[in-house]
Every structure is written in structure tokens, then in C-alpha cells.
């Protein structure tokens, strides 16, 4: 089994800052990508930041430059921080991993989100 958890939402002020975190265990071998993605009632679940095994990032246009994915192999966990917050940021926070289990099969996985409100 793999398990993916986000933790490190909350509610923060406009302006404000927040990390999240995305831990990853269980039976894997390999996380190959990693992504965050966000939701928000009645919406469809957009991707907001990705990053490859070897560290290139890609973002979306609404977050580039105030958000900054990363990731530690070493820990297989996924960080989002996210600065310059507005409460269009709001939204229920998630992360996808591709990974390789030990039964080398992969799958894409996800976390049970992570909500992030930001008051104006």
C-alpha cells in the first residue's frame, strides 16, 4: 500500500504565507512526479505546480512567482510554499505522486487534501 498525507493548511490573512507538505510511504520503490493540485466547490480540480524526479518544475500561470514547488527524495515528500496569498488561493489543496511501488506496478496517487483559506 502507499500512502500520500498533506498537512500544513490553514487560514492565513491576504499577504500571508503557508507551507504544505505531502509525506509518502508505504511499499514504494520509486515517486517518479509529483504534483499539487487545487479545488474548490462546483470546480473542476485544477493542477497548480509539478515537479520531475530530477527537480524541474513547471507552474501554473496564476501561482508563477508567488508559489514554489520542491520536493526531498530522500524523505519522499513534496513542499508547496506559498507567499503573496489571496483569497482566490483559497481552495482544498492536493497531492498527486506517480509511483512505483515494490510490486513494480505505478500508479498515480493521491492525498486526502489539505484546506487553505485566506481571508481578505
Known amino acids: 500500500q502507499v500512502q500520500l498525507v498533506e498537512s500544513g493548511g490553514g487560514l492565513v490573512q491576504a499577504g500571508g504565507s503557508l507551507t504544505l507538505s505531502c509525506a509518502a510511504s508505504?511499499?514504494?520503490?520509486?515517486?517518479?512526479?509529483m504534483d499539487w493540485y487545487r479545488q474548490t466547490p462546483g470546480k473542476q480540480r485544477e493542477l497548480v505546480a509539478s515537479?520531475?524526479?530530477?527537480?524541474?518544475?513547471n507552474y501554473a500561470d496564476s501561482v508563477k512567482g508567488r508559489f514554489t514547488i520542491s520536493r526531498d527524495n530522500t524523505k519522499n515528500t513534496l513542499y508547496l510554499q506559498m507567499r503573496s496569498l489571496k483569497p482566490e488561493d483559497t481552495a482544498v489543496y492536493y497531492c498527486?505522486?506517480?509511483?512505483?511501488?515494490?510490486?513494480?506496478?505505478?500508479?498515480?496517487?493521491w492525498g486526502q487534501g489539505t484546506q487553505v483559506t485566506v481571508s481578505s
Open positions: 498527486k505522486g506517480n509511483i512505483l511501488a515494490v510490486t513494480l506496478l505505478t500508479n498515480d496517487y
Open positions: 508505504g511499499s514504494i520503490f520509486r515517486i517518479n512526479a
Open positions: 515537479i520531475t524526479r530530477g527537480g524541474n518544475t
